[in-house]
């Protein structure tokens, strides 16, 4: 046929017959106008007949041939499952989980095909035709012998093909591989765990963490979760003893499923070396046996074994176990096979784990205390050995003594302090058997018992001496002395003896019997003008008698007036050997027969004291009493009496006035206290710069009788200091013990100014009890005074300006001008003065003045040419003028004369002339000064 069709052709398209819908007839299936046609065929394998026809339209049919042929279906190509999970069950079998494709359709699935490797590569173990099956147990695998790697492949079609862009990246899909732990460290504390990554990297859907679980004791089933970690190995350090321990290793999905690892352990042993026991008390009883107290190690979760006990009886050994004790809480034990009432053993101690059987290294070692007893004639001395050398730290450190007397009793009779291990025993019975033990203890509450000794002893020792408390005297009858004393502290003492110093030996001077007697009195009238010495001795049952104690002596004090002082001095003896120290002396006083009062206390180092506050002409009684650091325990004095006699000092002292006179001399005036004729040596004048000192003696005038003394200072500079005076007055004993008012000179100065003012100024006037009512300033001019003052100022104003404009005219004045000041005491002087001072003369000398014309008219006005001045000295003038030509047409030394404007006798001509002239000031100053002036006609 043609293309396009002819236009005849009913219905334009050629008409396609197929045998496939018919079940092998031929019907129309389609028609197309083009020259091909698809027909879809869902059929596997399908034999069919397909021919083509044309219909035209007067009713002709074209038919083409019949073509035969097989076709096959290839069909729709599902994705492979997602592989989530392989997990290792208890026996090795491996548990798949995945989740299963969504295709279009499942009409094609054929079957899940399920691939293995074990690490000679990929096999295939095993096909699931049921697609909504999504789990898989291989029940040949072994997963706890290694990992096995697992993918999945999807099988669909008529052909049975697969998607190489399945899930995995390629045809064989995603793969898996089983979780394999290693679990080392066995015999140890330190498990480590390592295993492979079940994907790498994990799926997204995965939750990225393993969950290690740990089941303690192995086969136990007790799983409990150890650590959660994103790492594929992992540490831990177990607290235990002995213990068989399994591990698993899982990581879960979002699906749900877990890839559960083989189970792996080992077992695991703590091999940490035990803590000893702490032996504390090794405590020997009368029989010789030993009782050993320790403190138990702090149990670190090992199990225990045992403690062991070992002794010897040297301490390097060898030591043999005494004893084997399995109860941790076990604390002592009494060694049966010891001999300790014979000699001295040492105890040490181990302790042993039941984990893996380790022993401690040996604890301390302690040795039982072994007494020995000597008898030293008479004196019982006892040695022992510590428990441990040195010291445990739990230790007491004292030793308690005891001491067995009579057969039977025993007593405790005294403590040393390590490192001390000796006691001495002096015997105060006659003669016996006695025995000696020591005990010492634990801060844990133990006690240690030393071993027991003895020996027969007889008393051949004196007594121990007893101690005086005090020998004191009654201030009120001092003939009779008290002497007391402290009991001895030996038991067997029956009586005492009492003795006094003659000054040359000990004099018994009675006795008294019992060994509480304490007291003696000793009627002693030497005691009332000296210090006595009195001692003690004790003496027992068996006529021992002691050595004479420390002496003591009475006190004895003496007082005299000191006048210079006005002070009445008190001397003692020192009291010695007063029972644990002398403490102080406290003093007592009485004034004019009145009753004792206490009037003060001084160190136990001082012997002397100085009342002072004295009333003069009362009579003044003392005792001291001594009082030791005990303060109950005190010994007193005689009396010392004596009468205060007392300086007459005077009441006061006024400085009048400090005025100047010259240049080298001040005059002071001081009003002084002569009412009573007091007890005055000399007055003594005294100077400074300044109010507050330091102050220096300038003069001194002998005590006179007179109320007024008069100071002259000539060592004084008066025109280039202000100074401060002062009148001090000594007493007959050469004490400064009044001082007075301070009286200040002024001091006037000055300059002058080139205006023709003098500017002065002053000082205040200081200090009259009236104060400064005012100054009057007086000046002298070329030494002429003028007889009022100048100025009358107030008091407060310490300067001035003087014009002396109208005091220049040369020959009247030659500017020398001198300056006096005088300070006028105001009313309310307590005294009733009203004094002046005077300052020094100051004076000064103004500048001189030199003024000269520029020109002058001998038939004018200014008929003369000659120089103006003021303040010049008239021997140095010397003026001259010249002409023209250097002849000198005037000269004169004369002040005040001029040129007339001629020359030799003729009339100068008109022009310009030269001068030059010298004059000296009266203050010593030279002016000299050229120049030029015009004369005019």
Known sequence: MSAPLPGTVTSGQYDVWSSYNAGGAMSIFGNTALLSYNQPINDCDTNLNHQISAADNIGCVSRSNIATNVFTYIGNVIDHPELRCASVNANGQVQLTWANPTPASWTDFNQYNVWRNTGSGFVLIDSVQNNAVSTYLDVTANGNAGSISYYLQTKSGCTGQTDPSAIGGSANGNTLSTIY????????????????????????????????????????????????????????????????????????????????????????????????????????????????????????????????????????????TVATITNYNTLSYTDLTANAQAGSYFYNMTTQTACGGEVSPSSITLQTIKVDVFNNNGVAVVVWNPIHNPELATATLNYDVYKEYPTGSWSKIGTTTAPVYSWNDTINVCDAVINYRVQTGDLSGCISNSSTDGDLFKDITRPTVSLLDTASLDPFNPSQVSVSWLPSPSGDVVGYIIYHFNGASWDSIGSVVGINASYFLDNNPAAEFSSQRYSIAAYDSCRNISNIGTLHNTLFVTAKLDICRSAIDLRWNPYINMVNGMGQYNIYVSENGGPFSFLASVPGSNITYSHTNLTNESEYCYYIQAQGNTSSRTASSNQACEIANLLTLPQYSYLKKATVVDLRRVVVECLVDTVGNPDVSKYKLQRAFDKNGPFTTVGAITYSGLPIITFNDFSARTDQYSYYYRVVTVDSCLNDVLISNVGRTILLKGQPDYNLVNKLNWNFYEDWLGSVNNYSLFRSVDGIWSPTPIATLSNGILDFDDDIAALYLYPNYSGQFCYRIEAYEGSGNTYGFTDTSISNIFCLVQEPHLFIPSAFTPTGKNPVFKPEFIYIDAKNYFFVVFNRWGQRVYETRIPGEGWDGTYDGKIAPEGTYVYSVRIFGTNGQEIEKSGSVTLLR
């Open 181 to 320: 732990l290693v679990v080392n460290g066995g015999n140890s504390t330190t498990a480590t765990l390592n295993w492979n990554p079940v994907s790498n990297p994990l799926l997204p859907t995965s939750t990225a963490t393993y969950v290690i679980e740990r089941e303690n004791p192995g086969g136990s089933g007790n799983w409990s979760i150890a650590a959660n970690v994103a790492a594929t190995t992992w540490t831990e350090n177990l607290i235990l003893c002995i213990d068989s321990i399994n591990y698993r290793v899982s990581v879960g999905d979002a699906l749900g499923c877990n890839s559960l690892s083989n189970r792996d352990g080992e077992i695991f042993v703590d091999h940490t070396i035990p803590v000893a026991p702490e032996p504390r008390c090794a405590n020997v009883l009368p029989n010789g046996n030993v009782i050993l107290n320790w403190i138990a190690p702090v149990d670190t979760g090992m199990r225990f074994a045992n403690y062991t006990i070992y002794r010897s009886a040297a301490i390097g050994g060898p030591y043999t």
